[in-house]
């Protein structure tokens, strides 16, 4: 009997150590591909699942994951921190950045990774039809042909928009009118929003790029006020002139909306001492010093850190989409070579699913 105990325990071990040893593998995968991934993989996997099919649902995801690996492989070559892939059922998928990389070409460097990854992810299948002849590979080949062209339409916030950034952003309007002409021929709804985000994107450039000038000749000006407000912030009255005749237009909100509210705690200072003097009781005191310095300062490093932010802003929109005659002519070769190995697997695909005798006995039906 306590033999077949310590037998039955033996077992029980084992397979405990297993399991545990399957688990230590387990664990490194969910670390790899993060929880969020997984669950919305799997809500994903499962509505195409429920209207397409296992096969259509499996490869349709399968194609999205490496494309996002494309891009999550580039990201981590330039060190530039992006967020985990998050799956969208009837969308896509997306990998989010936690800060914009340094230059148009890096940023096209991570855009064009994606729809690499995405051609090197159905090549095998060529061979595996021409072994199996199963339909099965004919469908990968169209669906990652689809996929990854469409991606490299040449418009924000799709792939060849920010590969394209780096050549001209004025082919963004060609992206535009191509995806507008699309989404009227195929009445779709995602295609209609990419539109309006792109058109947006690109005014918002245009807008910036436009001002260039009249901004960095108002940082110039800000640079001289703040500076000049500090000397000054002992005296209310001399900041308050400074404020008041410099009232120009200013384009930045955020300084504007600062240098307000300064003019309204400087407005209530002085209230505050006006009435003082009518009730008698009025004298300059280190205490009503030591209240009023610290509030304009305060505002004041508020404005500075608002100003070296605008000034950033303004040195992107000078540098950010300059790039030399070479990586040009690069990214625009690389960019069409890759438009033509998914065109042409697109359409071979495309040829063979349609020649298939499964596939045509169903359109003779």
């Known amino acids: 009997m306590k033999s077949s105990k310590k037998t039955s325990f033996g077992v029980l071990g084992t397979i405990g150590a297993i399991l545990l040893g399957k688990l230590k593998y387990v664990l490194v995968v969910l670390k790899l591909l993060k929880l969020q991934t997984l669950l919305s993989m799997f ?22 994951f490496i494309h996002e690996m494309g891009h999550a492989y580039a ?45 090197i992810s159905f090549l095998p299948a060529i061979p595996l039809y021409v072994y199996t002849h199963e339909p099965f590979w004919a469908l990968l080949i169209i669906l990652g042909g689809m996929i990854n062209l469409f991606n490299l339409i040449p418009i924000t916030p799709l792939d060849g928009g920010r590969i394209a950034a780096g050549i001209s952003t004025k082919l963004w309007g060609l992206g535009i009118i191509l995806l507008l002409a699309y989404s009227i021929y195929k009445l779709s709804f995602i295609g209609f929003i990419i539109v309006l985000l792109g058109s947006r994107e690109w005014y918002k450039l245009y807008k910036k790029q436009k001002r260039l000038k009249d901004d ?41 909306q600062l240098l ?15 009435l003082q003097q009518l009730s008698g009781t009025y004298h300059l005191s280190d205490e009503a010093i030591h209240y009023n310095q610290p509030v304009i300062l305060d505002i004041l490093n508020q404005l500075e850190e608002k100003l070296s932010a605008y000034k950033k802003d303004i040195m992107i929109t000078k540098s950010y989409y300059k790039t030399d005659k070479k990586t040009k002519l ?22 063979i699913l349609m020649n298939h005798p499964e596939i045509q006995n169903e359109l003779n039906k």
């Open 43 to 64: 809500i994903t996997l499962g509505s195409y699942a429920l209207i397409f099919g296992w096969e259509f649902a499996v490869a349709i995801v399968y194609l999205l």
């Open 75 to 119: 990201a981590k070559r330039i060190k530039l921190p992006v967020s985990p892939a998050i799956f969208i059922p009837f969308m896509g998928a997306v990998i989010g950045m936690k800060e914009m990389p340094k230059s148009a070409k890096d940023e096209g460097f991570v855009a064009y990774m994606g729809p690499l990854f995405g051609l």
């Open 216 to 256: 960095q000749l108002e940082v110039q000006e800000l640079e001289i006020l703040i500076e000049n407000i500090s000397l000054e912030s002992h005296s209310l009255d001399s900041t308050y002139d400074m404020i008041r005749k410099s009232k120009w237009k200013i384009a930045n909100l955020e300084i504007s």
């Open 260 to 274: 307000n509210t300064l003019t309204l705690e400087i407005e209530k200072m002085k209230k505050d001492l006006y």
């Open 330 to 351: 690069q990214l625009f070769l690389i960019y069409i070579g890759l438009v033509l190995a998914l065109t042409i697997s697109y359409y071979y695909g495309n040829e």
